[in-house]
């Protein structure tokens, strides 16, 4: 639930091609109202599970999007069960989208195709189906060989511009090839973003050599059972998640609203195991990569 301090689960992934939404709770269009991502930007959306605290905001966000003039297509990824909850909602309130709306239910183990990025589900451990995604961005194309292109004469200007963005170039009635004159591709990013769970197998698989691993902590060290009861993790079993799957930074998120005020224990006992972990708060911004 949400407390005065926090509101209920939604993420959002800015890149200068796309925004993406995990998870859509509660208030989440007021909470962008304060922040600056702009809803008809919002091309992809995916739900980690049905709970209440991370789709209750879904029908009023794609409303408003659609009411500040978002035309252009939206996905929408989740479990079994969020389309038939989807199209009986719109319907019996009578919402109309000037968009198309597409809703992808998702199965442990698919891959699909969003914006560029390969997105990997697989199913977790909680008392609800719950599922986490691993994204995976395409390679990046290498730093421009400066030296290499003034040895060969090339003067710096828009053709150094040029290529990096075009598989060839011509200078001085030759045509070269761009790839002569970059350093080596560098790896996409890579993010996993996952819904409430317990530790599992599926959590290393996902996370396995991220950027940067999205993991609830709702629980501090002292409650570790009652977590396992309710399907939920503690931070420092976060924390071993992250450090087993070699992550280089880990978020804390989905924290229990008992923590108003003691927070910062969860962040503490997560960096006794993984020094690189961070609480988020609503609002809070973190790059990807650096």
Same mark, same amino acid.
């Given at each position: 639930?949400?407390?005065?301090?926090?509101?209920?689960?939604? *993420?959002?992934?800015?890149?200068?091609?796309?925004?993406? /939404?995990?998870?859509?709770?509660?208030?989440?269009?007021?909470?962008?109202?304060?922040?600056?991502?702009?809803?008809?930007?919002?091309?992809?959306?995916? *739900?980690?599970?049905?709970?209440?605290?991370?789709?209750?905001?879904?029908?009023?966000?794609?409303?408003?999007?659609?009411?500040?003039?978002?035309?252009?297509?939206?996905?929408?990824?989740?479990?079994?069960?969020?389309?038939?909850?989807? %199209?009986?909602?719109?319907?019996?309130?009578?919402?109309?989208? =000037?968009? $198309?709306?597409?809703?992808?239910? +998702?199965?442990?183990?698919?891959?699909? !195709?969003?914006?560029?990025?390969? +997105?990997?589900?697989?199913?977790? !451990?909680?008392?609800? $189906?719950?599922?986490?995604?691993? /994204?995976?961005?395409?390679? !990046? =194309?290498? #730093?421009?060989? +400066?030296?290499?292109?003034?040895?060969?004469?090339?003067?710096?200007?828009?053709?150094?511009?040029?290529?990096?963005?075009?598989?060839?170039?011509?200078? %001085?009635?030759?045509?070269?090839?761009?790839?002569?004159? /970059?350093?080596?591709?560098?790896?996409?990013?890579?993010?996993?973003?996952?819904?409430?769970?317990? $530790?599992?197998?599926?959590? *290393?698989?996902?996370?396995?050599?991220?950027?940067?691993?999205?993991?609830?902590?709702?629980? #501090?060290?002292?409650?570790?059972?009652?977590?396992?009861?309710?399907?939920?993790?503690?931070?420092?079993?976060?924390?071993? *998640?992250?450090?087993?799957?070699?992550?280089?930074?880990? /978020?804390?998120?989905?924290?229990?609203? =008992?923590? +108003?005020?003691?927070?910062?224990?969860?962040?503490?006992?997560?960096?006794?195991?993984? #020094?690189?972990?961070?609480?988020?708060?609503?609002?809070?911004?973190?790059?990807?990569?650096?």
């Amino acid at each position: 639930m949400p407390s005065k301090q926090r509101n209920v689960t939604s *993420i959002a992934l800015l890149h200068p091609k796309m925004t993406w /939404l995990f998870d859509c709770g509660e208030a989440t269009q007021h909470q962008i109202l304060h922040s600056p991502i702009k809803p008809r930007k919002v091309n992809a959306i995916f *739900i980690t599970h049905l709970h209440g605290d991370h789709i209750f905001g879904l029908p009023g966000f794609i409303s408003t999007r659609a009411a500040l003039e978002g035309t252009t297509p939206l996905t929408i990824y989740g479990p079994t069960g969020i389309k038939e909850w989807m %199209d009986a909602t719109l319907r019996i309130t009578g919402t109309y989208l =000037r968009y $198309p709306l597409q809703i992808v239910e +998702v199965e442990d183990g698919q891959t699909y !195709e969003q914006d560029g990025f390969r +997105v990997t589900v697989r199913s977790l !451990e909680h008392r609800f $189906p719950a599922f986490g995604y691993r /994204l995976e961005g395409p390679e !990046e =194309r290498g #730093a421009l060989r +400066v030296d290499a292109l003034k040895a060969l004469g090339v003067p710096s200007g828009p053709l150094y511009r040029r290529i990096t963005l075009e598989e060839t170039f011509e200078f %001085d009635g030759t045509v070269y090839a761009s790839s002569d004159f /970059l350093e080596s591709p560098k790896p996409g990013v890579k993010l996993a973003v996952l819904g409430d769970t317990m $530790p599992c197998a599926a959590s *290393i698989e996902l996370a396995r050599d991220v950027d940067v691993l999205v993991h609830e902590a709702t629980f #501090a060290d002292r409650e570790v059972e009652h977590a396992g009861r309710f399907g939920h993790s503690t931070a420092r079993q976060a924390a071993v *998640i992250a450090d087993t799957a070699q992550v280089k930074k880990l /978020l804390l998120t989905h924290v229990s609203a =008992r923590y +108003v005020d003691q927070e910062e224990v969860l962040e503490q006992e997560a960096r006794e195991v993984f #020094a690189n972990s961070h609480l988020m708060f609503d609002h809070r911004v973190v790059p990807v990569k650096g």
